[in-house]
């Protein structure tokens, strides 16, 4: 599961993704300096493992995990293949979700590839193109799926009567991820692979007056945003990029308090990134290591159990469950127990957010 960082040249997208991950992408003044796509590992924050370390005290401590891909920057013309356009929608198109930075702050010493800047019309740009490669996408689509209308089957109407619907919508200038759909119609659009049908988080990228004080461009933002019922993180890239350079977690608290700030933007971002691809935490705790990992939300027990090792998926014979609360209230896992509240779980259990668990299984 994959975030993809896109948005026009010189936004400030490799910044922040140097911020985001330990890779260093390049990042020049230039447009098309990121080329190939970087991929980075980043760690999720979340202060229940600093909680669960505390009282466990493991050997060590391993995160939750998001991947981003950093995708060179686009422009006009991509949907026919200008500049690195055919790469970059190919790129976007293996990842499963859209983190779309937008550059909201001025400064004549970084070139804007439209030579003003403007986030609105940047962002309507990505849309546009992205719109053009859907509608060249969805129209083979209607043309296969209008061959077996002849047959009369109620379904394959349906699949037509939608995609038709949908081709008219993205037509119309819109993204496929507004067009209304309902859970007999949704397989149809999703079997399609469009990529404005991915969710989208937007990142308004400004100065360090803008984080303190707002600037105009923040509230169009957030209002376009709502419209589309998309989130929108704000933070400055270049001010992530100076917190990183620091070496201790005492300079960067000092910093961050300076700025008026209670954590790095970064984390907000992942956090939101995460949630954004439908992803939720279980954990495993013990002397040897407190762990976080990364599941789909709504899963089963034995899903998450396969996350670490096929074979626990495949013996499945129970789960202990612990609630992180329960956890955190009595101390340790005997005093949950002596209490009565480590649930014993079976194949159908849905994991939840923050569930401690111990699998049982038997191959």
């Known amino acids: ?23 260093k992408a390049q990042s020049a003044n230039y447009p098309f300096c990121t080329i190939e796509p970087n991929l980075g590992t980043v760690s999720v924050p979340d202060t ?12 060590r ?20 293949g200008e500049g690195l356009g055919n790469q970059f929608l190919a790129n976007i198109r293996e990842c499963e979700a859209i983190i ?4 909201c702050f001025d400064n004549g010493n970084i070139i804007h590839v439209e030579g003003s800047v ?21 129209s083979k689509s209607v043309d296969k799926a209008k061959k077996f209308i002849k047959s009369g089957k109620k379904e394959d109407i349906l699949v037509y ?5 949908l081709q008219e919508f993205l037509e119309s200038g819109r993204n496929a991820r507004e067009f209304e759909t309902t859970e007999l119609t949704q397989p149809f659009i999703d079997e399609v692979q469009l990529l404005t049908n991915k969710p989208v988080l937007y990142v308004c990228n400004v100065d360090e007056n803008s984080i303190k004080n707002g600037n105009d461009w923040i509230a169009k933002i957030e209002a376009m945003a709502a419209a589309e019922n998309a989130e929108v993180v704000i933070l400055a890239a270049q001010i992530e990029a100076d917190i990183n350079e620091l070496e201790t977690f005492e300079e960067r608290q000092m910093f961050l308090e300076e700025l008026g700030l209670t954590e790095p933007g970064v984390n907000r971002l992942i956090r939101k990134a995460y949630d954004l691809l439908q992803l939720q935490t279980y954990f495993t705790a013990g002397v040897k290591e407190v762990r976080a990992w990364t599941i789909g939300k709504g899963w089963t027990a034995p899903q998450a159990a396969s996350v ?15 609630k992180y609360e329960d956890f955190l209230h009595y101390g340790s896992e005997a005093k949950v127990k002596e209490a009565g509240k480590m649930g014993v779980e079976g194949k159908e259990y849905i994991v939840k957010d923050g569930d ?7 191959v």
């Open 1 to 23: 599961m994959k975030c993809g960082i896109v948005g026009l040249p010189n936004v400030g997208k490799s910044t922040l993704f140097n911020c985001l991950s330990n890779a």
């Open 48 to 59: 229940r493992l600093v909680e669960l370390e505390k009282l466990v005290n493991p050997e």
């Open 61 to 80: 401590v391993l995160p939750a995990v998001v991947e981003i891909v950093d995708i060179a920057g686009l422009v006009k013309g991509a949907s026919k």
């Open 100 to 103: 779309h930075v937008l550059r």
């Open 118 to 138: 403007d986030p609105m019309r940047d962002k309507e740009i990505i849309d546009i193109e992205l719109q053009l490669k859907d509608i060249e996408t969805i």
């Open 161 to 165: 009567d939608t995609l038709k619907g």
């Open 308 to 322: 670490i090792h096929t074979d626990f998926e495949k013996g499945f014979i129970r789960a202990e469950v612990i």
């Open 356 to 362: 401690i668990m111990h699998f049982r299984f038997n």
